[in-house]
C-alpha cells in the first residue's frame, strides 16, 4: 500500500535532549490518525519537523511515496501540508477575513471574496464571528475558532491539528469532528494532537502514543480504552477522583456578586461562593462566563451591580484592588495575559511579589527569590531543565503550573481559574486537580471556569451553567450531570 505519509525514523535533538526518538509512522490517505502523549512527550517537536519549522536530524519524510526534505513552512505547504498550531498566530490588527486569508494567493485586503469566502468557511464550522472584527478583539476561544478556519482554507493533502478544541465547547467540538470527518473523505489525512483522550479515541481511525520522545504504541483505536492510552503515556496509572464531598465546607460568604450587567454581555448576574469550596462555570464559549470572571478581577468596568467581599461592599475597578482584595486569577491564555515568556523561570515565578524580597532602594535579594523560587518548584512539582531557563522552554503544563505558583505565592484568599488544564496533558490535569483541591483544604475558595463538563464535575461542589450573558442553573453537582449541564446551556 502506497501511505500518503510515511514517517521514517525521524529524529529531532536540541541541546541535551532528544526530542523525538526515531519515529516511524504510516498514514494512509484520508485517515484521521490522533497523536497523543503528555506535554514533552515530542508531538509537537515531530509534527514541527514535519510541517518545516525544524529540520530532522535524522530519517526521511515520504509523501505519497515521494521523499521530501523541506527548507522551511513555506515550502511544506506547497508540499501540501498544512499545520494549526495550538497556540494562536493570528496578526492582531488585522480583521478576521484578513487573517483567514493571509499568505495566498487570493488575498486581498477585506475585498467582497475573502469576506464572502471567511463567511462561508465560518458558517461550514458553525462557527458565529463577525469577519470584519480585528483578531486583537476576539476571545481566546474564537480566535482558535479563526485558527481552525485558516487551516480549512488551505488547499491541503495533509492537514496537522494540535489541540483544536481545547478553548471549543462540546457543541462545537462535535461541529469540528463532523468537518474533519467530512474533510478526510475528500481524501485529506489529518493528524489531530489531542490531550482529550475521548476525542481521540472517537474521531480516529488509529492512534499514535509518544512518550519521553519515542513512540510506544501505534494501534486502531477500536482496540484501545481511555485507562489503555493513560498507561500507555504515562507508564502509570492515573487516578483523578474528587477527593472532596461535593458539599461546601461552611455557610461562610467570602464573595457575593449582586445584579452585575455590562452592556449586553452580562445580564443582571447574582452568586455567592462560599469559604472552601469550588464553584465551577459552565456554559457555552461567548456565554460570557470569562467576561464575569474579569469584572470580579477589575479588568472590565461594569455601572451596574455591587460586588461584596467577606461581607463588605468593594468597588474593584482594577487587579490591583482586587488582589489588595485577596481575589488571584488565572486568566485561560496563560502565554499572552500571565507568562512573561522571554524572561526565565526565577522572575515569572517571583515577579508578583518583588516587593517582599526587595531592600528600600528596590533592588532585589537574589538569595531569597532563588530561595522562594526553589521552594514554589518543589511544591508544585514543576519540571525545569534550570531555574535561569527562559519559561518558554517549559512543557504547557509546567508553564501552568508556574503561573498556579506565582498566583497561590501572592496567598489570595478567592482564586479565579479561567480553563485551568487548557492544553494541558493528563498527567498535570492530574496535578493541577490535587493543587485546587488542597488550596481548598487551606481555606481558599475557588472559580473554575472550564468548557470540559467532566472537569467541571469532577472538582466543583456545584456548578453555575450561563446562557448569552444570564446564569440559568445553580445546583449541587451531586444533582446534576453533563447532559442536565448541556441541555441548560443549549435550551
Known sequence: MEYRLNLENITKTFPGVVAVNKANIKIKKGEVHALVGENGSGKSTLCMTLSGVYRPDDGNIYIDGERKNFSDPRNAQE?????????????PELTVAENIFLGQGEFISNSSTTIKKSKEILNKLNFEIDVLLKAKNLSGAQMQMVEIAKAMNKKAKIMIMDEP??????KESKNLHSVIRDIAKTGVSVIYISHALDEALEIAENITVLRDGSITACKQSKDLNKNQLVQLMVGREIND????????????????VENISLNQVLK????????????????????????????????EKTKSGNIYVNGKKTKINSPHKAIKNGIAYLSENRKEDGLFLQLD????LTISTLAKICNFIG?????????????????????????????????????????????????????IFDEPTKGVDVGSIESIHNIIRELVKQGKSIIVISSY???????????????????????????????????????
Open 268 to 299: 443582571n448576574i447574582n452568586f455567592s461562593l462560599y469559604k472552601g469550596e469550588i464553584l465551577g462555570f459552565a456554559g457555552l464559549v461567548g456565554s460570557g462566563r470569562s467576561e464575569l470572571a474579569n469584572v470580579i478581577y477589575g479588568l
Open 241 to 256: 477522583k474528587n477527593a472532596l464531598s461535593h458539599e461546601r465546607f461552611n455557610n461562610e460568604e467570602v464573595l457575593k
Open 453 to 491: 463538563l467532566p472537569e467541571i464535575l469532577s472538582i466543583s461542589s456545584r456548578v453555575i451553567v450561563m446562557k448569552n450573558g444570564s446564569i440559568v442553573e445553580n445546583v449541587s453537582t451531586k444533582d446534576t450531570s453533563q447532559e442536565k449541564i448541556m441541555a441548560s446551556a443549549l435550551n
Open 79 to 91: 508540499n501540501g501540508i498544512s499545520m494549526m498550531y495550538q497556540e494562536s498566530n493570528l496578526v
Open 363 to 415: 533592588i532585589v535579594n537574589i538569595k531569597n527569590q532563588i530561595n522562594i523560587s526553589n521552594d514554589l518548584i518543589k511544591k508544585f512539582e514543576i519540571v525545569i531543565p534550570n531555574i535561569k531557563s527562559k519559561i518558554q522552554t517549559l512543557s504547557g503544563g509546567n508553564q501552568q503550573k508556574a503561573l498556579i505558583a506565582r498566583i497561590v505565592n501572592i496567598n489570595p484568599n478567592i482564586i
Open 165 to 170: 478544541t481545547a478553548a471549543l465547547s462540546s
Open 345 to 348: 523561570i526565577l522572575v515569572n
